[in-house]
């Protein structure tokens, strides 16, 4: 396959209707930019601009029989919805009728339209204005384009393709192909998602790689005949040259290419029809820019110092009071950290916990290599301008939200101003500090020795020591971040990070650092809003810790328009299409939670079972109830995962009803999977059953569900242990002991309450991935489970193999 795409003469495009004063095209120079990318069958057509004499000869040129007649205009979108479409015959006569009439009802239909969504004044005064709205619209026609009419003999539901490119904020131009036609936005919004409509960034995807995507839509379906009495109407290899083209052009007129003038902000097809396997385009819509300057990069490896100081200094600290800044030296000192290499900035303390102090920054004794500014208003604004201009400290964390005095209505933020400042700095080639923050809670930094969150460690307590740690947790919200640490047992991770507001280090920032970091495995974030562009360096940097064998949990907030309104008020984050955020980060290889329950559970699976082997999505469950096999049962079938219950082999069939048997359990439990063991079942009959179904090739994963409230089973906090001088055959012990034999995953699921709390904490403890419900865990276990299956076909496709 070959693309040829005339770059000079897009650019050429575009330019002509920059130097007309518009930053759009009209749709026939659309039809042109589908010709120029390589479309061979776009529609003849004639522009007949407003005011000009019809051409005979030119209308004689169409084919055909009849022609539609459509209004073009800067103010009309959806030129159908206000009667600016029209087919009539190829006639002079009657399509001068058609385009005079367009030209009176058009207008008349917007201004009714406009004024039926406000509420102006009644009677003459708002025929009045009606008419001068009315007359308003029709000066601004451009014209009429008069086109071939295409008879594509497959209408009806998914027989037209929408195909477009749009210019994100978060992850630059994305490609989207879905059903086609007036009834797009229906589709999207009434199908399950990435089934009407699919999308993903094209700085991700090539060509080949996004048709597979478009594959799994019912789009794709419809137009490959892959319904009942269906027809294919196109092949794959036009779509596959379709995409590709529209892939190269997105990447070559994006907003980080530095080698074209202009930006496509929205391109659009809809629809692309299909008559004898020819696709031709009817409709479009093209919007460009001219190129903004862009930022200069941050000085990433910066974070380094931030996360590893050897010296810090703390201003904001409270000489006799409790304050966040006395909270966060109190943590840092508890922490381990050199208290000969801290400094504390107070204007008039002569000393604060034992340490000497500075009255200002600029009296700093050395440039430290990080700084906490845990103050606020004008104060913080001066200091940060100092910091800034004189270059006194490497890396700086801010904890206020509030850099300064309220910002009045129309004004630029301060966090803009910050932003800028810091910009023009690093453009003049000075070296300002990295800055984290605003409104960050801080940073746990245990390689770094220090902790330096405004949560007292009487609220907070924190595993401490050296010893492996290999997860990661980076927050928007600094809130989040903690009550997961605070709720989440096994959760121990080697950095907690509050990025607040992303006012200079982002998270793309901290992924990019974090994926030169060996240890670390499980990298956990919680988003508000990427900063621009962020989202696809963020995604690539995704797809760079997938290869490194990591593995990267994403929740992002603002999936709604309500949850978009509730970001608005808190870190000054600007939400960004949910959709393409989940498109392109789980494309790149991410796992991408929808819930608060599922996060948490896919960082208790990724922790867990990061070193475990996955070789398949075959499923085998033990039970003590028959709701939880049934609850298992029900849910290894999900919208974007798919498990499946192994066959037990006969060898291990056998095996099964032998223990079974043994046990007086052969007359009341058949031996099939889901396997339900009964509440009769003791401590043995679990461990013998888990041995042999791990020994069994057909299975890849076992879930084993317990209800600890039998008399059977030792799982009261006084039953866990034995006694002194008798050695520990408890179930606890038992699993972790075949759990650290096994490259097989095990993931246990404890159905109960409060009284049972040790039993799964000892468990989680012991190394194990503990739900407290089935449905969850399988829910959860699905995705983790077809990510890793996903990634890891994805890295053979790079590699050209597969290990078993």
């Not at 920054?361 to 700084?371: G, H, I, K, N, Y």
Request: hydrophobic share 40%; net charge negative.
């Amino acid at each position: 396959m070959h693309i040829h795409i005339d770059y000079p003469g897009l650019t050429s495009l575009l330019k002509k209707a920059a130097s007309e004063g518009r930053n759009f095209l009209f749709e026939y120079e659309v039809y042109h930019f589908v010709e120029l990318i390589g479309g061979d069958t776009t529609p003849h057509y004639y522009f007949l601009p407003t005011g000009a004499r019809m051409n005979p000869a030119e209308l004689a040129r169409l084919p055909g029989e009849k022609v539609v007649v459509k209004v073009v205009s800067p103010e009309i979108i959806h030129k159908s919805d206000v009667g600016g479409v029209a087919i009539c015959s190829k006639n002079e006569k009657e399509v001068l009728s058609t385009i005079r009439k367009m030209s009176v009802e058009v207008p008349k239909k917007i201004a009714s339209q406009y004024f039926f969504n406000h509420n102006f004044a009644q009677g003459i005064e708002r025929d009045l204005q009606l008419a001068d709205y009315a007359e308003a619209v029709k000066q601004k026609l451009a014209g009429f384009l008069v086109c071939q009419f295409i008879e594509s003999g497959t209408g009806g539901f998914g027989n037209e393709l929408l195909i477009g490119l749009r210019n994100t904020r978060e992850f630059g131009t994305i490609i989207i192909a879905g059903l086609g036609g007036t009834d797009t936005q229906l589709y999207a919004d009434s199908i399950r998602r990435d089934k009407a409509v699919t999308s993903c960034g094209v700085d991700l995807v090539d060509g080949q790689t996004f048709f597979r995507r478009f594959q799994k839509t019912i789009s794709y379906r419809k137009l490959a005949g892959m319904t009942r009495g269906g027809r294919r109407i196109v092949t794959n290899e036009q779509l596959l040259e379709c995409f590709s083209a529209m892939i190269e052009a997105g990447r070559y007129f994006s907003s980080s290419n530095t080698a074209t003038p202009y930006t496509i902000e929205e391109f659009e097809v809809n629809p692309f029809a299909f008559s004898n396997f020819l696709m031709t385009p009817l409709d479009g819509v093209c919007a460009f820019s001219t190129r903004k300057t862009t930022s200069p990069p941050r000085p990433t490896e910066k974070i380094d110092l931030l996360l590893h100081p050897e010296t810090i200094a703390v201003a904001g600290v409270s000489q006799h009071e409790i304050n966040i800044g006395r909270i966060i030296l109190n943590n840092i000192l508890a922490h381990g950290f050199a208290r000969d290499k801290i400094t504390v900035i107070h204007p008039v303390a002569g000393e604060i916990e034992g340490l000497a102090t500075v009255p200002d920054v600029e009296s700093l004794p050395w440039q430290p290599d990080l700084l906490i500014l845990a103050i606020s208003g004008p104060q913080l604004s001066q200091t940060i301008e100092s910091v800034i201009q004189k270059n006194l400290a490497a890396t700086v964390i801010l904890v206020a939200d509030e850099i300064g005095p309220p910002i009045p209505r129309g004004k630029s933020s301060i966090t803009s101003s910050l932003r800028e400042k810091i910009a023009n700095y690093r453009l003049r080639n000075l070296h300002p500090p990295v800055f984290l923050g605003g409104n960050s809670l801080g940073v746990l930094s245990n390689p770094g020795n220090y902790d330096a969150m405004f949560i007292p460690d009487t609220k907070l307590p924190k595993k401490k020591g050296d010893h492996l740690r290999s997860s990661v947790f980076v927050s928007q919200s600094g809130a989040y971040m903690i009550t997961r640490m605070s709720k989440l047992a096994f959760l121990d991770p080697a950095y907690a990070i509050s990025v607040g507001n992303q006012t200079d280090l982002t998270a793309g920032d901290f992924l990019h650092y974090l994926n030169s970091v060996d240890f670390v495995k499980t990298l956990a974030f919680y988003i508000e809003g990427f900063n621009d562009l962020d989202g696809i360096v963020f995604a690539k940097e995704v797809e760079r810790a997938i290869s490194l064998g990591k593995e990267v949990i994403l929740y992002k907030a603002g999936r709604t328009q309500e949850g978009k309104d509730a970001l608005s008020g808190h870190t000054a984050s600007i939400a960004g299409d949910y959709m393409v955020c989940q498109s392109c980060i789980t494309q790149a290889g991410a796992i991408v939670a929808e819930t608060f329950n599922i996060f948490e559970g896919l960082l208790r699976l990724s922790t867990s079972l990061g070193q475990k082997r996955i070789r398949g999505n075959r499923l085998a469950a033990i039970s003590n109830a028959g709701y939880e096999s049934v609850g298992i049962a029900d849910n290894i079938l999900g919208e974007d995962y798919r498990l499946q219950m192994a066959v037990f082999s006969r060898q291990s069939a056998t095996r099964l009803q032998r223990v079974l048997d043994s046990a007086h359990l052969g007359s009341l439990v058949s031996v099939h999977n889901p396997l339900d063991i009964t509440p009769m079942s003791s401590e043995d009959i679990y461990i013998d059953t888990i041995n042999i179904l791990l020994a069994d090739p057909n299975i890849d994963i076992l879930v084993v569900a317990i209800v600890p409230l039998t008399p059977m089973l030792h799982t009261l906090p006084e039953e866990l242990h034995p006694s002194p001088g008798r050695v520990d055959s408890s179930i606890i012990s038992n699993i972790s002991t075949i759990n650290n034999h096994t490259d097989k995953p095990i993931i246990l699921v404890l159905d109960s309450g409060r009284l049972y709390d040790p039993f799964a904490d000892e468990l989680e403890q012991a190394g194990l991935p503990v739900f407290r419900s089935a449905d969850l865990c399988i829910l959860t276990l699905g995705k983790y489970v077809q990510a890793r299956l996903t990634n890891r076909t994805g890295a053979a496709n790079q590699t050209g193999s597969v290990s078993a």
